[in-house]
């Protein structure tokens, strides 16, 4: 590789984005430039190398690059050394602050090291402000309060020059001591005409507003400090270096009462830690995760793999003392190192925050705190006593309130009056009846029918809360109790029950069928209407459960016509009736049938019903308009515990309806809801929530959730979904201009995409990346990205895909300045467009008329002017034959250009005033059309003509 090729290395270097990546590359290329001997290049590389550790996340390798340029410069002075003196000199800060988060490196080498930057900025005639600041780090570091005040005056009063820190970062510093020294007031006056004015420094804003959070917090500006807080992190969250940073984001979260928050922040960088840019920044990290540990309760949290440790779920309980022995044995180094106590004292604060103060909600996907999740209260069981207060909550929304118990009820008559509110959906009278029952007869000697029905109403309450197992048991040890009884109707209702239950299971589905079709036809012999209706619905579950719709909906025609006069059991069969069409896809006969459902459900005031109704009702419109109405009744009659999926449904419904803006609502709502009853799924909801921030242009919001849901996706280990969220989040990352975090995540994704059934998704992403470089001028890393994606196309046999991403791998090339590689690049676009070359599909025509001219581009570049000509003959009148007429435009200005430089002017006149005429006025084309036919008419010798039109267009002659 040749020495124009090494500095060209470096220059694509030098436009990738910090981290690992890019050392890597640099790394790469120091080895390469050492063994080519250019001692040029083998310095401005260092340079480069130590500002790339720096804010890459390994800063203790640039201690070893900034020494080797310091002797290099010290040693044998050259004239290019000279261009880099402000560079290097500036590299002495961060040296300072660098050596100080390192406690193996002695104190006195940082003093030396201060000494030298004092003495070199006096030789060179420089403020000594920036001298002044960094030994007042220095003192603040090692808690001598004095002397960081002395140090402090003399840095603020000392005149700023060109190697002073930037308009955002000497202001940062500044806010930290006057927060440190309870000035809060003062540091947020400080910030805002910085804030106000144009920042644009590799580390700000975000720095600036990670120190104004607690001066924000502490003075009542708590939105100032949300909002400092969610753009920050944003900024912060995607790089190793700033993991000091974003501790004290963990501590912002664990202050203001957003606990879950600060839990789902020290997830997502608890493998930071496994390889800290600093021993400090690791320190500082794991006591703010200490903090935030210990108000998780009895949580998990999830620990990435490392080498030799396995990801895992570990207690926040015994993975904050394993933290807060990190911290302090980590501010004991630096304090043997210091001679002071002040690390120590400084972190044992860190570990003991706690929520203070008002709670600021922080989460764009989580509405508030978190509550004690629904339904934790204790269930009676068969058996046991419990207080007519204690046992009975209040009803929830949704249900009716119990009725009263008579208190000369005996159990029967008890255990009848609860199987009669199930039936219908009364829960409060249910539970009341049977906690009464408990109460007075829980330990009283009673006959095996009575026993036996108490067990199976228990069955009841564990099937309705999904614990299939444990209802299953129950049911058979109350059917064998029935037997014993020799209540063949009671014990074949159950054998029903029990039948429905085991057709859940995939080892125990034909005993389940044969015991609900015994028991229909014993009810349907010894049963009332009631009974024999109830029954073969039962049968129709258990087939239903078992996908077979057409036998289910045969079981159904047997029912009774009003189901033995039971209202809400006909309601239940009505609905499910709705659902068996739904999957028959007899979409009319299933929407009368929940419509049926769901006015019985408002005849009887049954919210459980109306809402199974509504949300049936929602699926099997065509009108996004009606589904959201059928959400809403639905809303308003569901039970607490069925506000989850009627939130999710409503949401969908509304962006069907094109009310972006609702569907945030709810969709925040139902992750809300997720969460506090610790039910799964939330990372699901959470990706559904980022999609709508999305669509409203929400995306702060969108890129915040996003990320949530990402994490939550692969500790479920659903890859395929976490990756089509990266996907997602890529996009918004790019919206919201962050190229290089929108960059790594399809990097990642191409790199998932890795199997052979992948290849048009892999090669969409690395389109996309290339799309995204491209437009971003990165030029070079656009056509590399391109070629892979070409040949990811190629691979998976999709030629006319293949050819557009060759053809912008041209364009890529073009405007990279690499000829060699454009013209390779023409070439094979020129072997794909002859294989299609006979087909006359719109999309093929198109990219065969955009190849043609990337290749007439490339070669105009290479002065082959009459073959660039050539290959554009007929392109505009293809192109406008499709009606891609600005495409022709751009060709035909093309066209006029190359007539232009062939001394052709006569035929370039009217084609420019044609493609000028049919421009719109506000078009990039126009400008330069129109430079193209002045210069046309000075070479027809009418300079009236050509001075109108540059009048005309605002041209200047020279341009």
């Known amino acids: 590789m040749s020495d124009e090729d090494l500095w060209r290395v470096l220059r694509g270097i030098s436009d990738m984005p910090y981290g690992a990546g890019q050392i890597a590359a640099l790394e790469q290329l120091l080895r390469r430039v050492d063994a080519a001997d250019d001692r040029h290049l083998a310095f401005v590389t260092r340079m480069q190398a130590t500002t790339g550790y720096i804010y890459g996340g390994e800063p203790a390798k640039s201690f070893v690059t900034f020494s080797w340029c310091l002797s290099e410069f010290d040693s044998d002075p050259q004239p290019y050394h000279q261009r880099h003196l402000h560079n290097l000199l500036w590299h002495f800060k961060y040296m300072i602050n660098g050596l100080l988060n390192f406690p193996e490196v002695p104190l006195d080498r940082t003093y030396a090291v201060l000494d030298d930057m004092e003495r070199r900025y006096r030789a060179g005639g420089h403020s000594l402000q920036a001298v002044h600041k960094h030994r007042f780090r220095v003192a603040d570091h090692v808690g001598d309060v004095e002397a960081a005040a002395h140090w402090y005056r003399l840095w603020q009063t000392t005149p700023r020059d060109g190697l002073s820190d930037c308009a955002g970062c000497d202001p940062t510093s500044q806010v930290g001591y006057l927060a440190d020294t309870g000035r809060d007031v003062e540091a947020v006056e400080l910030a805002e005409p910085v804030l106000a004015g144009r920042l644009n420094c590799n580390e700000q804003p975000q720095s600036i507003l990670t120190a104004l959070l607690l001066p924000y917090l502490r003075t009542g500006r708590a939105e100032e400090a949300r909002d ?225 029905h108490r067990l199976a109403l228990r069955a009841s309450e564990l099937g309705d809360e999904d614990d299939i197992e444990g209802a299953i048991k129950l049911n058979r040890a109350a059917l064998e109790l029935y037997r014993e009884a020799d209540e063949e109707v009671a014990a074949q209702t159950v054998a029903g029950r029990l039948g429905v239950l085991l057709t859940r299971s995939d080892e125990e589905t034909e005993e389940g069928l044969l015991l609900v079709r015994e028991a229909a036809e014993v009810l349907d012999r010894l049963g009332d209407a009631q009974q024999r209706a109830a029954g073969h619905d039962r049968v129709a579950l258990a087939l239903l459960h078992r996908e077979r719709w057409a036998d289910a909906l045969a079981a159904l025609d047997r029912v009774p016509a009003d189901a033995g006069g039971d209202r809400h059991l006909a309601a239940r069969i009505a609905l499910h009736r709705g659902h068996l069409l739904e999957q028959t896809d007899r979409v009319d006969e299933a929407r009368a049938a929940v419509d049926e459902a769901r ?180 030029d070079a890393a656009a056509g590399e990205r391109f070629a892979a994606a070409a040949e990811a196309y190629r691979l998976g046999d999709l030629p006319l895909d293949e050819l557009r991403a060759r053809r912008r791998e041209t364009y890529a090339w073009f405007w990279a300045d690499d000829r060699d590689a454009a013209l390779r690049a023409v070439e094979v676009v020129d072997g794909l467009a002859a294989k299609l070359a006979e087909q006359a599909d719109p999309p093929v025509l198109y990219e065969l008329a955009m190849a043609a001219e990337a290749g007439a581009r490339v070669l105009t570049g290479e002065e082959r002017l009459d073959e660039a000509l050539g290959r554009l003959t007929g392109v505009p009148d293809r192109l406008r034959s499709i009606e891609a007429f600005g495409e022709a435009a751009q060709v035909e200005t093309l066209i006029g250009e190359l007539l232009l430089r062939l001394d052709r002017p006569v035929e370039a006149e009217p084609l420019l005033r044609r493609v000028l005429g049919g421009l719109p006025a506000a078009s990039r084309q126009v400008r330069q059309t129109a430079w193209l036919l002045a210069r046309v008419l000075d070479l027809l010798d009418r300079p009236g003509e050509a001075a109108a039109l540059r009048a005309e267009h605002d041209l200047d002659e020279d341009d």
């Open 599 to 778: 006015g019985i459900g408002r005849e009887l005031g049954v919210g459980e019903v109306v809402t199974g109704a509504c949300l049936a009702y929602a699926r099997l419109v065509d009108d996004p308009a009606d589904a959201v109405a059928a959400c809403d009744e639905a809303l308003e009659a569901a039970p607490a515990d069925a506000e989850l999926p009627v939130r999710v449904a409503r949401a969908r419904a509304l962006l069907a309806a094109g009310r972006a803006p609702d569907a945030v609502d709810d969709f925040v709502e139902a992750v809300t809801l997720c969460v506090e009853r610790g039910a799964e799924g939330d990372a699901f909801l959470r990706w559904e929530l980022a999609n709508a921030y999305r669509m409203v242009g929400r995306l702060a919001e969108a890129a915040e959730v996003a990320e949530e849901a990402v994490l939550g996706l692969d500790r479920l280990g659903a890859q395929a979904e976490a990756d089509r969220c990266r996907h997602l989040l890529a996009g918004v990352y790019a919206g919201l201009g962050e190229i290089d975090p929108a960059l790594a995540l399809l990097e990642q994704l191409a790199s998932n995409l890795d199997g052979p059934d992948n290849l048009p998704h892999r090669a969409q992403v690395l389109e996309e990346a290339g799309g995204i470089l491209y437009d971003a001028d990165r």
């Open 228 to 452: 400092a807080h969610r753009e920050a992190y944003r900024r912060l969250r995607g790089n190793l270096a700033n993991l000091w940073d974003i501790a004290d984001h963990v501590e912002f979260c664990t202050l203001t009462g957003n606990e879950a928050r600060a839990i789902e922040l020290v997830e997502r960088h608890l493998d930071w830690l496994d390889r800290p840019p600093s021993p400090a920044a690791a320190m500082h990290f794991a006591a703010a995760a200490v903090a935030a540990l210990r108000q998780a309760g009895s949580s998990a949290v999830y620990r990435r793999a490392a080498e030799g440790r396995p990801a895992a779920a570990v207690s926040a309980a015994s993975l904050a003392d394993e933290l807060a022995e990190t911290a302090a044995g980590l501010a004991a180094r630096f304090d043997a190192r210091n001679g002071t106590s002040h690390q120590s004292e400084w972190i044992a604060r860190r570990l003991a925050v706690q929520a203070s103060g008002e709670h600021v909600p922080l989460s764009a996907s989580v509405r508030r705190r978190p509550a004690q999740p629904v339904g934790d209260e204790p269930a009676a069981r068969p058996g046991t006593s419990a207080s007519s207060t204690e046992g009975v909550r209040p009803p929830a929304k949704g249900e009716r309130p119990a009725a009263t118990v008579p208190a000369d009820a005996g159990p029967d008559d008890l255990l009848d009056l609860a199987e009669q509110s199930w039936g219908r959906h009364d829960r409060g009278t249910f539970r009341a009846a049977l906690v009464a029952f408990d109460d007075r007869f829980g330990a009283a000697e009673l006959p095996a029918s009575t026993s036996a």
